[in-house]
T-cell receptor
Framework: GAGVSQSPSNKVTEKGKDVELRCDPI?????LYWYRQSLGQGLEFLIY????????KSGLPSDRFSAERTGGSVSTLTIQRTQQEDSAVYLC????????????FGPGTRLTVL | QKEVEQNSGPLSVPEGAIASLNCTYS??????FFWYRQYSGKSPELIMFIYSNGDKEDGRFTAQLNKASQYVSLLIRDSQPSDSATYLC????????????FGQGTRLTINP
């Protein structure tokens, strides 16, 4: 079946502009996660959704970052007033109710802030 | 703060040999353990998960869990150059928990 999809695959923006990144999870997956990965680095957790609510948003780096999920499906990660340090690959993952924790990742969005 | 530790490598293994990847975790209450593989420039993909002490085998892959020692490992038998990747260990804290804590990953290179 279809996997997790993310759009756009690449985004180049100017410092100070706002960007929106989209994630379409696997159908039937109740949990959705956003991570960030800088070149050569590990995964940095940003936020996690269970259904439409976000029990854990502890990883959002600043109040410039926000995310929402609607209809228990699509999620959008918004970064306002982008900075150069925001440049990274943004990964989305979704997981089914069982087995818990089995996350399936999308291809990622590569964000470059000039 | 829950932590998951892995040797960053690189770990070099000759083709056909057994590659052994190790991971330790700090939270004794952790219940579920996962191994992900990430090829360069790609996103992580789930290889295996294990919940109970002992070994779990899937093809050339074996996950080993020792909760008393807070240690989980991944063995890759008959290593192939296509196994060259970064391997991420991940742990969740309690049964049914959805959020995972990831290690930084071990870079594995299989030499022909």
């Amino acid at each position: 079946g279809a996997g997790v999809s993310q759009s756009p695959s690449n985004k180049v923006t100017e410092k100070g502009k706002d960007v929106e990144l989209r994630c379409d999870p696997i159908s039937g997956h109740t949990a959705l996660y956003w991570y960030r990965q800088s070149l050569g680095q590990g995964l940095e957790f940003l936020i996690y959704f269970q259904g439409n609510s976000a029990p854990d948003k502890s990883g959002l780096p600043s109040d410039r970052f926000s995310a929402e999920r609607t209809g228990g499906s699509v999620s959008t990660l918004t970064i306002q007033r982008t900075q150069q340090e925001d440049s990274a690959v943004y990964l989305c993952a979704s997981s089914p109710p069982r087995p818990a924790g089995t996350q399936y990742f999308g291809p990622g969005t590569r964000l470059t802030v000039l | 703060q829950k932590e998951v530790e892995q040797n960053s490598g690189p770990l070099s293994v000759p083709e056909g040999a057994i590659a052994s990847l190790n991971c330790t975790y700090s939270d004794r209450g952790s219940q579920s353990f996962f191994w992900y593989r990430q090829y360069s420039g790609k996103s992580p993909e789930l290889i295996m998960f294990i919940y109970s002490n002992g070994d779990k085998e899937d093809g050339r892959f074996t996950a080993q869990l020792n909760k008393a020692s807070q240690y989980v490992s991944l063995l890759i038998r008959d290593s192939q150059p296509s196994d060259s990747a970064t391997y991420l260990c991940a742990v969740n804290g309690y049964p049914g928990a959805q959020k995972l804590v990831f290690g930084q990953g071990t870079r594995l290179t299989i030499n022909p």
